[in-house]
């Protein structure tokens, strides 16, 4: 690759000769690895030109870089990088001298540490990786999914989805949404009620943002999803973790100052329990009561592969009282980054002005292959696909799991890509996990998903849906063997 | 397409027959638009299973529906919504019939409002677009975006791009950022001092988010982007607004007490001022006396088609004091939602872990088709033609503006993509905008880019990156004409 001659400027302030800066410019480039060696040097003329120097004082410069091995010369093609200059492996530049901003006063807020864990980025290069919400790529359809993004990526398609869509979503997307996906949930919606999120979490973000603030309070189920206590915590709100049982969130267990309730009836995350419907109609007559909004969090529907799910909240909903939040992040793969947020026209009228205000929209198209991907069939298919693995999987884990005598606390009896493990009392599963890095097995600690006060340590999630089946068994094997060492420990 | 089973829910607390309920939830299917003539709905025995119903139930719904005209019956193969059944142009669910909640007072936070316009979205229909900031798809390398996209979707990249990064960016194009594009202006900064944002408006709100709240004063240019200003006024911090001049904001106006400068000393936004290489040092002088930090948006320094650009403030900062903010949706597609903020580590961590909790990370495949597109060198030749259209229109439309007798207030004078025009006085230019649409002209009224204790409503943006050559002069001449017409009145 060429260097640009655009990279080169002159200081006004520095000390030595014109012809020591351009060396000082080159052998700094070369050094901290921003020029690499074969890398051809702009002419002496087009950087005199540019510099607004004479083309001597450039050539000087050159030919003082080749006698030290920076730069050789290729004859009339010109300058380059040399292969006997030093060449650092990566570009490292210097860190910079010197700090003069105290950080730590001036950044008035700071969103670092919290509840939400750091999970391990190279879980592909484990054995045994148990671990929840990455996709697996044998199961995507990849080459439907470039077919629709090539689709998108048209000349037809283009100039819509090149546009600033401002406030704005792709109309196809949404009104797929409307029609195929949410009636599958039992919930009946208008595109002014739809608003597209950059995935499920900025949803429950825009959520406690316009619906919280320092005098409000939250109800969320404990335990549950870490960064949405996170969110919460950074609202600044009262936030009321309530203890789940077999059925989910307990109503009666509400306080009758909460503001909002935040739950996963369909699927509790991550205990995996299904709320029953008559508890469903409890907590909307609860929510009715103390004239509370409700935020549902309905992940996972797709994975019901035991049983048909039971509809949405959401369908329940009389009052308009909730807010429905979906994903197709989960389904498709996690790096989509894509979800949608359902809710009453002045709510989302406000969702979509707080949306703009932060990011404009979501990329129109990736919300274009979407729209394509669901309405030719191949997301449906997908998630057939999807769900017979799982299936097997499920089968194969639950075998294993007796096999080795390991508790299951919660299995959704839906389905779902995993279960809510319970080691016995003493254990910490966050050293289990460390423990079992080397031997090439991925484990979630489930601690980060309890509240500070109902803090559990001997409880882990053991996903399924990114190992093969085949390994679920050796690899619950070393589990059960580390636990075992644990407690003779 | 099939009408899927899974959209088919019995209401336990439903009045009539299982047959009567059957029925009906076809009908208000088909009634709504959910439901599409010529859709299959799914066999008797596959409903009867999914509700868990006898067949015979459905079958005799399915009966009634046909002679009711709403199904049609083709043979073994299933039934249909008929051609005859009434079908409305378009989805339309019906409203809601109750909303119980006070959405007024529920709401907390409001962002509808403010100073950022609504936009024409249709500006694609006008013969005379002199809009701003929208792609011109003559323009965009189509076929080669194409390849990169499609690269980025082949099987080896996409395992890594479909994982979610959690917190993370694509590193190749964190790395072309560090090597290639910060250093065209000057800017050397390590991969842990840059993050990728959903544009440069996200970054923007990413620093007012963590530099300021309600106890800190913010700076801001005095016509300025009007989206910052909202922004702003939602962190509830002080605002104060300083009116710019010829050379961009003036550093002696600013206040002792200021914590941020939000400032675009390249190309001021909107009036296109370049601010001198004096008056940026007397800047960061001014930023150092009273210890401020400075936002930097940097934008459309790809734009200089006149001259060669000054080197951004960032790269005259030794006190790490400046924060950097870039963009491609501007030089790519607005669509496209990518830029990125670069700054001190201390701020970026922070930064890296609000964007976690809104959002997680921009998605990964829009990030690794533009690091393609950038290394294989399109994104330079996409910019030096895209250079030299705005230069021929550039020249066009000075022509024009003299022709016509207009004004001009500001134009870059490194190039740039609009002009930041000035009529009469008492003129008022969201009129003269509205009255110019039958013509099939849009210019943009200035207006709101003003505070409201400075605002003037005789300025107007005149952008030339959308709008061919050959439609600039019939289009200024209905504006001159407009404006004449509006003098006389």
Redesign the interface.
């Known amino acids: 690759?060429a260097i640009?001659v655009?990279?080169f400027?002159l200081n006004?302030d520095a000390q030595g000769t014109l012809q020591a800066q351009i060396q000082e410019m080159i052998a700094e480039?070369i050094l901290?690895?921003?020029f690499r060696v074969g890398e051809k040097l702009p002419s002496s003329r087009k950087l005199a030109v540019?510099l607004g120097i004479s083309r001597i004082t450039v050539t000087l410069a050159y030919t003082e870089l080749l006698a030290n091995d920076y730069l050789t010369s290729r004859g009339r093609s010109g300058y380059f990088v040399s292969e006997n200059a030093p060449v650092p492996p990566i570009?490292?530049?210097?860190?910079?001298?010197?700090?003069?901003?105290d950080?730590?006063t001036?950044?008035?807020?700071?969103?670092?540490g919290?509840d939400?864990p750091?999970?391990a980025?190279d879980w592909?290069g484990y054995r045994y990786p148990f671990i929840y919400?990455?996709?697996d790529?044998s199961l995507?359809d990849?080459a439907n999914?470039?077919l629709c993004?090539?689709r998108a990526?048209g000349?037809k398609d283009?100039?819509a989805?090149?546009?600033?869509?401002?406030d704005?979503d792709d109309p196809l997307l949404i009104?797929y949404i409307?029609?195929?996906t949410l009636?599958?949930r039992?919930v009946?919606?208008?595109?002014e009620q739809i608003l597209i999120?950059?995935?499920a979490?900025?949803a429950l973000?825009l959520a406690g943002?316009?619906?919280?603030?320092q005098s409000?309070k939250a109800t969320i189920e404990d335990p549950t999803y870490y960064?949405l206590r996170?969110?919460l915590h950074?609202v600044g709100c009262q936030v009321d973790c309530i203890p789940v049982d077999q059925d989910g969130l307990p109503p009666q267990d509400i306080s009758d100052d909460t503001?909002v309730i935040f739950c996963t009836p369909s699927h509790q995350s991550p205990t995996t329990a299904t709320m029953p419907?008559a508890r469903r109609r409890e907590l909307l007559q609860r929510a009715?009561d103390i004239?509370a909004?409700i935020v549902e969090d309905d992940y996972e529907f797709e994975m019901s592969f035991m049983r048909?799910p039971s509809?949405a909240l959401k369908?329940l909903d009389?009052?308009?009282?909730v807010i429905y939040v979906g994903s197709f992040?989960k389904s498709l793969?996690?790096?989509?980054?894509?979800g949608y947020i359902v809710g009453?026209e002045?709510?989302i009228?406000?969702a979509r002005?707080?949306r703009?205000?932060?990011?404009?929209?979501?990329?129109?198209?990736?919300q274009r292959t979407v729209a394509y991907f669901l309405?030719l069939?191949h997301y449906?298919a997908q998630i057939r696909r999807t769900a017979k693995v799982l299936q097997d999987r499920r089968q194969v884990i639950e075998e294993a799991i007796i096999e080795h005598g390991l508790t299951v606390s919660g299995e959704g009896v839906y389905g779902g890509s995993s279960l809510w493990m319970q080691a016995p009392d003493g254990i910490n599963m966050a050293h289990i996990a460390e423990q079992l890095k080397p031997d090439s097995v991925i484990v979630e600690p489930g601690a980060p998903f309890f509240s500070a006060q109902h803090r559990k340590h001997n409880f882990f999630r053991l996903g399924y849906s990114s190992i093969s089946a085949n390994r679920i068994a050796p690899g619950l094997a070393l589990l059960a063997q580390a636990l075992k060492q644990a407690e003779t420990a």
Chains 1, 2 share one sequence.
């Open positions: 690759m640009s655009d990279t400027f006004s480039g901290s690895g921003r540019h570009y490292t530049p210097p860190v910079q001298s010197r700090e003069a901003v950080w730590d001036v950044l008035v807020r700071k969103f670092t919290g939400t750091r999970k980025r592909r919400g990455q996709a790529p995507f990849h999914w470039r993004s090539l990526l000349q283009f100039a989805l090149t546009d600033d869509y401002f704005q009104e409307a029609r195929h009636p599958r039992g009946i919606a208008r595109p999120t950059l995935g979490q900025n973000w943002q316009l619906l919280l603030n409000s960064t996170d969110q950074h503001d419907m009715h004239d909004v048909a509809p369908s009389s009052d308009g009282r992040s793969f996690p790096g989509l980054r894509l009453s002045a709510f009228r406000q002005a707080l703009a205000n932060v990011l404009r929209h979501p990329p129109g198209h990736v309405s069939g449906d």
